[in-house]
């Protein structure tokens, strides 16, 4: 026996398809908010990452880059200073891949609520940042696992690799 030919099985069959892709597509979206590229250059891993995290440039402004990268005499209360063509770049690799460079693909959620002439030096100091941790309580950044609050790997396993959802 031959199955009757329906009109609207293309149809049906493109709606689902379509719907399936929307829900897929949906759920890449959201489990991506809290991406931004990990540092891929050796020289910014090795010089950033012998101290601490080396942190996404996506994290922050190309001008806090530029600020930060200036006073390396002076960074953080070490003096971290590095030769001038090194210097130079790693200063360019991060203002490349600032939060406001390539349309601000990953970094411009952070951005929001930064005035445009503000450089800040840390991440902790982003408005979004502090919104997406308020609910932290002050004893959790005190615990001897944390210690500070530019210890993302305490609470973000995945980090490293630019994942920076909740865990």
């Not at 939060?99 to 503000?118: E, F, H, I, P, V």
């Not at 950044?141 to 396993?157: D, F, G, Q, S, Y």
Request: aromatic share 8%; hydrophobic share 40%.
């Amino acid at each position: 026996m031959k199955t009757k030919y329906h009109p609207l099985r293309p149809v049906i069959f493109a709606g689902l398809t379509l719907a399936a892709s929307a829900l897929l597509w949906t759920q890449a979206i959201a489990d991506g908010k809290h991406f931004f590229p990990p540092v891929a250059d050796a020289k910014v891993k090795e010089e950033c990452g012998s101290c601490h995290m080396a942190f996404s440039p996506a994290m922050l402004p190309a001008r806090s880059w530029q600020k930060m990268m200036g006073d390396l005499g002076n960074h953080f209360g070490d003096d971290a200073s590095l030769a001038p063509q090194l210097n130079a770049e790693i200063t360019d690799y991060l203002v490349r891949n600032a939060a406001d460079a390539n349309n601000g693909r990953y970094g411009s959620k952070l951005m929001r609520g930064l005035s445009a002439t503000s450089a800040p030096l840390r991440i902790t100091e982003l408005p979004k940042w502090q919104r997406e941790h308020r609910e932290v309580p002050a004893w959790e950044w005190r615990h001897k696992e944390v210690r500070t609050k530019a210890n993302c790997l305490a609470c973000h396993v995945d980090a490293e690799r630019g994942y920076y959802d909740d865990d």
